[in-house]
């Protein structure tokens, strides 16, 4: 009985020690990585020229320096066909280097580098995929190569009868190929970025496997694209944190599809959402607007928060009652918690500029009967004392505007009416006041 007992008491102090949210935590992926992207600007189109010209512009513009660290080759690099020993095989003629070479020369940037694969049979340009090949291509990716991050796909999935397990089983194949590896050479995990498109839901599951999982299909050329997305995010923020992010695609910033205030409407949400960054753009090309965009450290600390891993949410849909999915009119009022205070971001969904009004408590991370100082994130300019309420006045067409409000104390003595929020306001005598 005695020893009966002992194991009930360890089994559960066991149970109750277990963490409430199963991240994996092993040691990378914390905060949502920052870097650039080959796809969006290249496509198939990349070489080592192109991609060592990026990874020095990552430096020379100082975009490393705000926390654009990695280097991700997409598809297209290798060769059709593995060779006799069943292995990929670098394009020796985009990489006559080697590929060994283009990431020593990344690392000695100061940068990381990331690689690509698919769970399927092929990637989605019909490149070789990593199915039933897991161990051997993550050996390549992480051993003798020297990737720190695999971005993996979904397309050529196999036949039922073949895989004989769900989406989550193809993805763990090479979760389990990661552990591994890690566990036999003691080396840190390589970063695990599934590219697995949200039909199947990987934010329930894709926490338990790696750092991110893409949510949506890929980002498009237009202010649609970036609306979209971001309706579909708004019912899934609770699902970033530290060490899983919902990652809502490839930066389009700088591609020529957005004007300035969409981009920074399209920057502001995928950071302030906690996901990850990528520049998709042609450096060598970039303006100074473009530049401007990717280098708002305000913006940028908010999403790689050391203290506080959440995303903003929607308080209020504004244009559409709450909840409604909407690709073209997603929720317009947001916050969420920060280190240094409440995060808002307003997004003008309309086609003409707008004044912007919220009351403070509409956020639940707002105290009643506190007033807040404000600071703008994009003017970079302490804008004074909110009391009760805030007005973002002539809000461009499709703009953003973000701001970090900090307690500053009571709101002053007197301010009418008793309750900001009126309903079921009541005196300690009974009487109620929204009546
Ligand atoms: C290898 O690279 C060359 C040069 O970019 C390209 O023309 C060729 O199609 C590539 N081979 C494969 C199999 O993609
Ligand atoms: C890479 O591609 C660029 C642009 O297409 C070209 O100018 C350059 O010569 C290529 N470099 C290599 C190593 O193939
Ligand atoms: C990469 O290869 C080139 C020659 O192709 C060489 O000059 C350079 O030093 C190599 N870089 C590294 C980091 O090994
Ligand atoms: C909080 O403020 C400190 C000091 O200004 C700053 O270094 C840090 O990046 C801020 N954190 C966030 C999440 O904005
Ligand atoms: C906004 O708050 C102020 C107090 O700071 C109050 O006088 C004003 O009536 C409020 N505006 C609205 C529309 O609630
Ligand atoms: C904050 O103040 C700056 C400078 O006056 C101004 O340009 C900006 O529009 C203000 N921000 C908001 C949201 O009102
Ligand atoms: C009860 O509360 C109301 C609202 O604050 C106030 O107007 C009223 O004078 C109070 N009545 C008494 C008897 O204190």
Redesign the pocket.
């Known amino acids: 009985m005695t020893l009966l007992a002992a194991l009930l008491v360890s089994y559960f102090s066991f149970v109750s020690k277990a963490p409430p949210v199963e991240a994996l935590d092993n040691g990378v992926g914390r905060l949502p990585f920052m870097g650039y992207n080959t796809w969006n600007a290249y496509h198939c189109d990349i070489n080592e020229t192109v991609i060592l010209d990026n990874a020095r512009l990552l430096v020379d513009l100082g975009l490393r320096d705000v926390g654009f660290t990695y280097m991700n080759i997409d598809d297209c690099y290798p060769e059709k066909e593995r060779n006799a020993a069943g292995d990929i095989v670098v394009n020796a003629t985009r990489f006559p280097s080697g590929m060994r070479n283009v990431t020593d020369t990344i690392h000695s940037l100061g940068l990381k580098a990331g690689i690509y694969s698919d769970s399927g049979w092929f990637t989605c340009q019909l490149y070789p995929g990593s199915f039933q090949n897991e161990d051997r291509d993550l050996k390549l990716f992480r051993e003798e190569w020297n990737f720190d991050l695999l971005k993996y796909d979904n397309c050529a999935v196999p036949f039922d009868e073949v895989i004989k397990e769900g989406m989550v089983g193809k993805y763990t194949r090479m979760a389990n190929a990661i552990a591994d590896l890690a566990k036999s050479t003691g080396r840190e995990p390589i970063l695990f970025s599934l590219c697995q498109w949200g039909r199947e839901q990987p934010w329930f599951w894709g926490r338990r496997l790696g750092q991110s999982w893409r949510t949506t299909d890929d980002v498009g050329n237009g202010w649609s694209a970036i609306t979209s997305i971001i309706n579909e995010n708004s019912f899934i923020t609770w699902a970033s944190d530290f060490f899983g992010h919902n990652d809502m695609d490839i930066l389009e910033v700088g591609n020529g599809g957005l004007n300035f205030e969409e981009s920074k409407t399209h920057f502001t949400a995928w950071s302030l959402m906690k996901s990850p960054l990528l520049i998709g753009t042609n450096l060598p090309t970039a303006t100074q607007e473009t530049l401007e965009i990717f280098k708002n450290t305000e913006i940028i600390a908010i999403n790689q928060d050391p203290v506080v891993g959440t995303a903003v949410q929607p308080f209020r849909w504004g244009h559409n009652p709450d909840w409604t999915f909407d690709s073209l009119h997603p929720a317009q009022y947001w916050s969420g918690e920060s280190q240094n205070g409440t995060v808002f971001m307003l997004i003008n969904v309309e086609d003409q500029p707008a004044d912007m009004?919220f009351?403070l408590t509409e956020s639940p991370w707002i105290r009643a009967g506190r007033q807040y100082s404000v600071r703008d994130l994009w003017t970079h300019t302490d804008n004074g004392t909110?009391?009760?309420?805030f007005t973002a006045h002539n809000v461009p067409a499709h703009g953003v505007v973000a701001l970090l409000l900090k307690d500053a104390g009571d709101?002053p003595a007197g301010?009418?009416p008793p309750c900001a929020r009126p309903e079921w306001c009541m005196d300690q005598n009974g009487t109620r006041i929204d009546q």
């Open positions: 009004f009351s909110a009391v009760r309420n709101e301010t009418e």
